[in-house]
């Protein structure tokens, strides 16, 4: 996940061995478990350079508090900022220069909060720099109405009469676009009033999920007693006891239906908050609204989900496939996370993870592969659970210092396979930094997605070409659709969950518990083949929706649906020696927010506006569980499997 946050944020966390410690964990062949121990007692070797954000938590108060007199300078630098170019550039190089600034204070209290949720300090540090940002927010009410008012014809004379606001030229046009849809100066600054408290539903769910629901304890068929927390859960949902599995989900989901009706409220307000935006803007609906300022249609949106649905037999199929090699009477909804090879029980040290990770995206070239070494050697990751530390993995870049990526590695293929997306992640900020100014390196979340599965992609193909045991095979390609299963399907499933969320409450109803416990559940029932008897979904699984943080995010999800069949595309090329095909991937990466998103991949070849990328992603992925079941036919046949 690239986690973004608003005014340009792009907040990351990372993880990172040394070699010393990598060293270790090849003699060791275990992975560390810090799970219940405090964030303080991790080895630093372990742990992100925080440092390289701020040396010590004093030098960011001193920043916060020279940004806020910064932004106090802006009202000043606004009068006549629209009469002459030299008075636009100023007031735009000001602005310019809080955010960047801003982006690290957020990104160093974020990171910091992230890795122990429990110490309020840091949650003050985000509440102050919000707050900051809210005021800036508002006090620059004036500058969508003024570039309006400015005009296109003037603004383009104002570019050759002054060559330092070229790096403004996409921002304020984007502007220009956007005219049916800006408010009056005095309505934009209540609007952006708003910001005070839009992210309250998102920070009680993560608050919920994450630190204060009380966990339920569970013992497990070997007699051991876990506490299903989210670290626990999700390593324990994939168990190759079928007991243990059914068990730990079923106890998972129970309990967190005893908070439905909080969660269901915070999610009402969430999706109302962004019916209000869309509202006030004049947009006919909330989608339409989270796409336009990236000029992307919302039938891009009613495609993926019309081809997805054409192909859920080929889901289907792989799930069958899946029955069959676990031995299963009946497949059941909590056997989706199981490996169906269970005569692989592979674990890789993170010092392997990162040898595959390297050795699979050298077709990328040397500079790429140097930016690798980069963020394995200097400490731009956070490896390992510790105690309050947010579940879950995502990445983003930091202007001028480097990216960081937020991991949980327990050493299963997935993991693995999770610090491939990252890296991507961090390589697409890292490259677009270096090739963009400020103002257009962040990236657009319909890109983000690409980078990141790009990698899994090229993960992939290595190990099925370096690999000769057909059963290794078969544990990889097990793996890797599974990870398809979770990024396209499931997270299409996701995007048309919100879309029926949105829509009920633009038809002014109220997201209930009830409701949105039997839409989830008949969409969960309809993508996994429940009625066809492919796959057996129980009542309890209708609460999964309240611990899915991204419904609070505003159409994010389906982007990494997208992101997966746009990546498809580049990497099969990349992956068969193309070097046009690599030189215009690094191109995508380089191009950092400098043009739309469907603009930026039509330069390397992919058009997302038309079926095309669709329906051979997911040919493809039919054709690999075509190859799976090869080999399980070889593995039968010759009484390996």
């Not at 899994?456 to 000769?468: D, I, N």
């Not at 009542?539 to 609070?552: A, K, L, N, R």
């Not at 997966?564 to 030189?583: E, H, K, M, N, Y």
């Not at 380089?590 to 997911?618: C, F, H, Q, T, W």
Request: aromatic share 10%; charged share 25%; with cysteine.
């Amino acid at each position: 996940m690239n986690k973004r946050m608003p005014l340009a944020f792009l907040a990351v966390c990372a993880v990172l061995l040394s070699p010393a410690a990598a060293a270790a964990d090849d003699d060791v062949k275990k992975i560390p478990d810090y799970s219940l121990m405090e964030r303080s007692q991790v080895p630093v070797e372990h742990t992100w350079k925080i440092e390289d954000l701020y040396a010590a938590e004093s030098d960011w108060l001193a920043e916060k508090e020279a940004v806020i007199g910064d932004i106090a300078r802006i009202d000043e630098a606004a009068e006549g900022w629209t009469k002459t170019p030299a008075a636009m550039k100023a007031l735009l190089d000001l602005v310019s220069d809080i955010e960047l600034r801003g982006t690290r204070l957020y990104s160093y209290a974020s990171h910091q909060s992230n890795t122990d949720m429990g110490n309020t300090r840091f949650q003050a540090m985000l509440g102050e720099i919000r707050s900051g940002f809210v005021q800036m927010s508002s006090k620059l009410s004036f500058m969508q109405p003024d570039v309006l008012a400015l005009g296109a014809e003037t603004f383009t004379a104002f570019l050759q009469a002054e060559p330092g606001l070229a790096p403004y030229r996409f921002g304020i046009e984007s502007i220009l676009r956007e005219k049916e849809h800006v408010l009056p100066s005095e309505q934009q600054r209540i609007a952006a009033l708003t910001g005070l408290f839009a992210g309250v539903p998102a920070d009680a769910s993560g608050m919920l999920n994450n630190v204060e629901a009380p966990r339920t304890e569970v013992t497990l068929g070997d007699g051991e007693k876990v506490l299903l927390d989210q670290a626990a859960y999700q390593r324990l949902r994939g168990s190759k006891n079928a007991a243990d599995r059914t068990l730990v989900m079923k106890s998972f989901w129970e309990n967190q239906k005893k908070f439905e009706n909080t969660y269901a409220i915070l999610q009402d307000g969430a999706v109302k908050a962004h019916l209000f935006n869309a509202q006030i803007r004049q947009h006919p609906d909330c989608l339409a609204a989270r796409l336009f300022s990236e000029d992307i249609s919302p039938e891009v949106y009613q495609q993926l989900i019309r081809q997805v649905h054409a192909f859920l037999p080929a889901l289907q199929r792989y799930l069958a496939l899946k029955q069959k090699m676990l031995g299963l009477p009946e497949f059941r909804y909590e056997d989706v996370y199981a490996s169906a090879v269970q005569a692989v029980d592979k674990t890789f040290t993170f010092a392997e993870a990162r040898r595959a990770i390297e050795a699979a995206l050298k077709p990328l070239g040397p500079v790429y592969a140097a930016a690798l070494r980069r963020a394995f050697d200097e400490r731009w990751m956070d490896l390992y659970p510790n105690k309050g530390k947010e579940s879950g993995a995502y990445s983003g870049g930091v202007y001028g210092v480097h990216p960081y990526i937020k991991l949980n590695y327990n050493g299963d293929y997935d993991a693995v396979s999770t610090t491939a997306h990252e890296l991507g992640h961090a390589m697409h900020s890292h490259f677009s930094d270096l090739a963009q100014p400020f103002p257009t390196a962040n990236y657009t979340t319909f890109l983000a997605e690409i980078a990141s599965t790009f990698n899994e992609h090229m993960l992939m193909h290595h190990l099925l070409k370096s690999e000769k045991d057909d059963l290794f095979k078969l544990y990889i390609l097990d793996n890797y659709l599974d990870g398809f299963r979770g990024t396209l399907f499931r997270q299409t499933l996701f995007a048309e969950f919100e879309l029926a969320m949105h829509r009920r409450v633009e038809a002014g109803q109220t997201l209930t518990a009830d409701w949105l416990n039997a839409a989830y559940l008949e969409l969960t029932r309809k993508y996994y083949g429940h009625d066809q008897g492919v796959c057996r979904v129980d009542d309890y699984i209708q609460s999964e929706w309240s611990g899915i943080p991204h419904f609070y995010m505003n159409y994010y999800v389906f982007q990494y649906s997208t992101g997966i069949i746009a990546s498809l595309a580049l990497s099969d090329s990349v992956a068969r020696g193309d070097r046009d095909a690599r030189d215009g991937y690094l191109e995508v990466l380089k191009a950092g927010g400098s043009d739309y998103p469907l603009n930026i991949l039509r330069k390397a070849g992919v058009d997302m506006a038309r079926p095309e990328p669709y329906v051979a992603a997911l040919k493809r992925f039919d054709s690999l569980v075509g190859e799976m079941e090869k080999i399980v036919a070889r593995l039968k046949k010759q009484k390996k499997f």
